[in-house]
Each structure stands twice: as C-alpha cells, then as structure tokens.
C-alpha cells in the first residue's frame, strides 16, 4: 500500500488554472474508475470535490474538474480563487481480497 | 443533516489501548460502508480501516494489521475503533468516514490520539 504520488506544491495566479497530478499504478488508478479528490484547509476535515475520477458532489463549484489517464489522475482548478488555497489529496481504491483505500501524498495550493 | 462526531482520543503511553468511536446521524448509517482514516501532525491522509454497512467484511492498512480493529453497532448508529500496541507512530487525528462507492462523502471532525511516555 504505497501512496500514491502527488506534487508537494503548486501555486498559481488568481484567475489562473491549475492542475494537480495524482500517479498510481496498475493496481489503484489504473485499475479502477474510483478515484478521488479532497480539499482540505488548515485545521478541517477533508471535503470531497470529486469522486469516480470526474464527478462534482452537489454543491461544489463547477471549477474543479478531474481526468484521468492511464496511472495517473488529474485534478483542474479553474478560475483560481483565494479561497481554493489548501491542501488536496487524491484517494483511489485498490483491492486484494477485500477493499482497499491509498490516498496520495498532497499537494499544498497557494494563491500567489 | 448528516453528521458523524468521534471521540475517545487522548494521551496514552505506548503499548497502550485506545477505542474511538463515531456516531452518525442524519443518514440511515446500516446502509454504509465507512471508513477510519488518520492524519499525524503536519502530515498528510493515510487510510486506517473499512467496514461494510453490515460489518461482514474489513479490511485494513499493513501499517494497522493485527494491532487495531474495527466493528460498527447498526443500532447505536456507532463505529468503533479499537487500538492496541499503540505505537508514537500512531500519534495522529482519527478521522471516520461515510463511504458510498469508493468515495468518502461526509467526514467527522476527528479525535486527537497522541501515544507518549
């Protein structure tokens, strides 16, 4: 159950877009349409922005999209906004005779 | 409204035991697998355990495997996680989580275990 790998960091313009990679393996991303993603601000609880690699919960803004291609998953903030500097994590399921869960390493997003 | 409120955290010296628990409520909880996720101080998400929503199957994280357990109670709307051989690596906020196809929709606010002599 390795972690799935994320860029420790990217920041961006307001108005800007960015996009944060989540790579996996076989195993987990490649394997599975069930990734997603979490936005987290300091001292919260994790919030789900995206799930089955591309899907919006009701409610959370039509900014965050996601992709995936191959091992790797992608998350796109458009529109770059100050509230959207936090931290975001990217979870997939893998399995081996029962569920499993990994979550990537985070990515910390700045608003510059 | 949906709403998930863990507690049993604290000091406990390693070696020791610990059992969190998380009461849901807003939702019908026997029809949802959920989940314990923990996050060390300054540090990023590590998935802990998975419960079905009728406790038939579980699994958890090798870091976890044998030391803790995790069980839910249907009718007291609870999940439980029970944590022995507690280690200063598990120092960490626990996290549960309602889980619907592999996503974790609705989070707790979490519960501070800190393992230290």
């Known amino acids: 159950q390795s972690a799935l790998t994320q860029p420790a960091s990217v920041s961006g313009s307001p108005g800007q877009s960015i996009t944060i990679s989540c790579t996996g393996t076989?195993?987990?991303?490649?394997?599975?349409?069930?990734v997603s993603w979490y936005q987290q601000h300091p001292d919260k609880a994790p919030k789900l922005i995206i799930y089955?690699?591309?899907n919006r919960p009701s409610g959370v803004s039509n900014r965050f999209s996601g992709s995936k291609s191959g091992n790797t998953a992608s998350l796109t903030i458009s529109g770059l906004q100050a509230e959207d500097e936090a931290d975001y994590y990217c979870?997939?399921?893998?399995?081996?005779?029962?569920?499993?869960?990994?979550f990537g390493t985070g990515t910390k997003v700045t608003v510059l | 409204e949906v709403q998930l409120v863990e507690s049993g955290g604290g000091l406990v010296q390693p070696g020791g035991s610990l059992r969190l628990s998380c009461v849901a409520s807003?939702?019908?909880?026997?029809?949802?697998?959920m989940i314990w996720v923990r996050q060390a101080p300054g540090k990023g998400l590590e998935w802990v355990s998975y419960i079905s929503n009728g406790g038939g199957t579980i699994s958890y994280a090798d870091s976890v495997e044998g030391r803790f357990t995790i069980s839910r109670d249907n009718a007291e709307n609870s999940l439980y996680l029970q944590m022995n051989s507690l280690r200063a690596e598990d120092t960490a906020i626990y996290y549960c989580?309602?889980?619907?196809?592999?996503?974790?929709?609705?989070w707790g606010q979490g519960t501070l275990v800190t393992v230290s002599s």
């Open positions: 989580a309602r889980t619907l196809t592999a996503r974790f929709d609705f």
């Open positions: 076989s195993s987990d991303v490649g394997g599975y349409n069930y």
């Open positions: 807003g939702f019908t909880f026997s029809s949802y697998e």
């Open positions: 089955d690699v591309s």
């Open positions: 979870s997939s399921y893998t399995r081996r005779d029962t569920p499993l869960y990994v």
